[in-house]
C-alpha cells in the first residue's frame, strides 16, 4: 500500500482513499485524473486506477505498481514522460471480472 502525508494532516493518505477527479502526474505533466479505484476480490488493496487519460480522451487501467507517489497535488506516477505506453490500454470493466470499484 502506498501512503503519503498531506500537509498539516495527521493521517495517511492511500490510494483506496482517492476521490474520483484526483489529478495524475507524469514527471511535471498532469495527464488525467482518476475516475475509480479498483481491487481484486474481497481484498480492500487498491490494484488498479482508472485514469482518464486527457491525450487520448478515454479511461485507461494503470497498475498501483506504477505509482510513485501521492500527495496533496495528485497522483505521481512511475513514468516521468506523459506518453501513453502500449501496456496501459483504454479500460473496459469486462476484462476484469474478478475486479470491484472501491471508489
Do not use: N
Amino acid at each position: 500500500m502506498i501512503a503519503a502525508y498531506k500537509s498539516g494532516s495527521t493521517m495517511a493518505r492511500t490510494l483506496e482513499s482517492l476521490d474520483p477527479g484526483t489529478p495524475v502526474f507524469a514527471g511535471r505533466t498532469r495527464v488525467g485524473d482518476v475516475r475509480a479505484v479498483y481491487a481484486e476480490g474481497d481484498a480492500r488493496i487498491a490494484e488498479l486506477l482508472i485514469v482518464h487519460w486527457d491525450a487520448i480522451d478515454a479511461d485507461v487501467a494503470v497498475p498501483t505498481t506504477e505509482v510513485a507517489s501521492l500527495d496533496g497535488d495528485g497522483v505521481q506516477l512511475i513514468r516521468q514522460e506523459a506518453s501513453l505506453s502500449p501496456d496501459l490500454a483504454p479500460f473496459d470493466a469486462a476484462r476484469f471480472p474478478t475486479m470491484k470499484k472501491l471508489k
